[in-house]
């Protein structure tokens, strides 16, 4: 059966989305999301998952039956940041799981390659090599699976994620412009931002509504200040919605698995990440560093990069199970160039959605 043309299905996913949130969509949040939708084929990957998940066994069906892992699903290059653990410890890897559920682990893969490929088309930066550095790196997590602690190894790393002065006062600059905002917050999200505070009873200054990401647009996403031992905290809480994998799959999920893939046992978790089934609560701080591509595409397609970013991948995929032999014998019976293959038919896909998106958003 033939699946509706974009235009079709995003009208459903937003429908779906409203339902989901019980009203409390932010309408103003989607043009914005349909401005960038229509900017690129990479920032319409990161905000169209839900089709991904729809479309992508139709694209790379061999991967169907590759063995099924609590995956992070809507991974991509700008998907990896750092945050301080429990001993304050910096520490880099995946920091956003909004879309986790379990699929096939090839598919991890093969999104954060089809990433890679759709950021910055250019003979420098060649599908094969993407793929082989991710999978290298991969296959090195999975015989050495180990958290990114900061503070002792990876100098190269950490020198990439040190945040300027500029950066910094930036940071503090749209903090101090930011309104109080005179519209009612969801319910429980003041309740949940109080609670994630570094002590009881703390007050805070302001709250204010806060527009970020781009798959995430029009869930809510409130910010509180607090004035707390000679500085400011922040705490963001977003709404949460079930996996566009699991809509796609048509199965009703038990429960949000997003903390747990968080604190997977490879993993050094940040102390104040908490999430349940409607929300995710998480520090915000101009230590908390992200590269974006439209800043530093090369420091992000870089082979080294790459290649660590694929180890993280692993660093998840066992992180709540006992997978390593599955999957290393499920790549042992693949050929060579699998994931070059599954990543071009992956491109094709999206860069045919994103031309049909563009050309009915241009009549």
Same mark, same amino acid.
């Given at each position: 059966?033939?699946? /509706?043309?974009?235009?079709?299905?995003?009208?459903?996913?937003?429908?779906?989305?409203?339902?989901?949130?019980?009203?409390?969509? !932010?309408?103003?949040?989607?043009?914005?999301?349909?401005?960038?939708?229509?900017?690129?084929?990479?920032?319409?990957?990161?905000?169209?998952?839900?089709?991904?998940?729809?479309?992508?066994?139709?694209?790379?069906?061999?991967?169907?039956?590759?063995?099924?892992?609590?995956?992070? $699903?809507?991974?991509?290059?700008?998907?990896?940041?750092?945050?301080?653990?429990?001993? $304050?410890?910096?520490?880099?890897?995946?920091?956003?799981?909004?879309?986790?559920?379990?699929? +096939?682990?090839?598919?991890?893969?093969?999104?954060?390659?089809?990433?890679?490929?759709?950021?910055?088309?250019?003979?420098?930066?060649?599908?094969?090599?993407?793929?082989?550095?991710?999978?290298?790196?991969?296959?090195?997590?999975?015989?050495?699976?180990? /958290?990114?602690?900061?503070?002792?190894?990876?100098?190269?790393?950490?020198?990439?994620?040190?945040?300027?002065?500029?950066?910094?006062?930036?940071?503090?600059?749209?903090?101090?412009?930011?309104?109080?905002?005179?519209?009612?917050?969801?319910?429980?999200?003041?309740?949940?931002?109080?609670?994630?505070? +570094?002590?009881? *009873? !703390?007050?805070? *200054?302001?709250?204010? +509504?806060?527009? @970020?990401?781009?798959?995430?647009?029009?869930? +809510?996403?409130?910010?509180? #200040? @607090?004035?707390?031992? *000679? *500085?400011? #905290?922040?705490?963001?809480?977003?709404?949460?919605?079930?996996?566009?994998?699991?809509?796609?799959?048509?199965?009703?999920?038990?429960?949000?698995?997003?903390?747990?893939?968080?604190?997977?046992?490879?993993?050094?978790?940040? /102390?104040?990440?908490?999430?349940?089934?409607?929300?995710?609560?998480?520090?915000?701080? /101009?230590?908390?560093?992200?590269?974006?591509?439209?800043?530093?595409?090369?420091?992000?397609?870089?082979?080294?990069?790459?290649?660590?970013?694929?180890?993280?991948?692993?660093?998840?995929?066992?992180?709540?199970?006992?997978?390593?032999?599955?999957?290393?014998?499920?790549?042992?019976?693949?050929?060579?160039?699998?994931?070059?293959? @599954?990543?071009?038919?992956?491109?094709?896909?999206?860069?045919?959605?994103?031309?049909?998106?563009?050309?009915?958003?241009?009549?």
């Amino acid at each position: 059966m033939a699946r /509706p043309g974009i235009s079709k299905a995003n009208a459903a996913y937003e429908s779906w989305l409203r339902a989901q949130l019980r009203g409390e969509l !932010v309408k103003g949040d989607l043009p914005e999301k349909h401005d960038k939708m229509s900017s690129g084929p990479f920032p319409f990957l990161r905000a169209t998952y839900w089709r991904w998940a729809e479309t992508i066994l139709d694209a790379c069906p061999e991967l169907r039956k590759a063995p099924q892992v609590l995956a992070i $699903g809507d991974i991509h290059l700008e998907n990896f940041g750092t945050w301080r653990d429990e001993d $304050g410890r910096l520490v880099w890897g995946v920091n956003d799981f909004d879309e986790a559920a379990v699929m +096939p682990y090839a598919l991890d893969l093969v999104r954060l390659a089809a990433s890679a490929t759709l950021a910055l088309p250019s003979q420098q930066h060649r599908r094969n090599d993407i793929c082989s550095a991710i999978l290298d790196g991969y296959r090195k997590g999975l015989k050495k699976p180990r /958290p990114f602690v900061m503070d002792e190894k990876y100098a190269w790393l950490r020198s990439l994620l040190a945040i300027s002065e500029k950066k910094r006062a930036s940071f503090w600059a749209k903090v101090a412009a930011a309104k109080p905002s005179k519209k009612p917050m969801p319910k429980g999200f003041r309740a949940a931002i109080a609670t994630a505070m +570094p002590e009881a *009873g !703390v007050e805070i *200054g302001k709250f204010y +509504p806060r527009s @970020a990401g781009t798959g995430s647009l029009g869930r +809510p996403r409130w910010v509180g #200040v @607090a004035d707390w031992r *000679g *500085g400011l #905290v922040l705490r963001e809480v977003k709404a949460l919605v079930p996996s566009g994998w699991t809509r796609a799959m048509g199965v009703r999920p038990r429960g949000l698995r997003v903390r747990e893939i968080a604190n997977g046992r490879y993993r050094a978790p940040d /102390p104040t990440y908490f999430a349940n089934d409607r929300i995710v609560v998480r520090r915000l701080s /101009p230590n908390t560093r992200k590269i974006e591509i439209e800043d530093e595409p090369h420091v992000l397609l870089d082979p080294r990069m790459l290649q660590t970013m694929g180890r993280d991948l692993a660093n998840i995929h066992l992180g709540t199970g006992d997978h390593r032999r599955a999957i290393e014998r499920d790549l042992a019976k693949r050929k060579n160039s699998w994931l070059q293959r @599954a990543t071009a038919a992956a491109v094709k896909l999206v860069e045919d959605d994103f031309k049909q998106w563009r050309r009915k958003r241009r009549r």
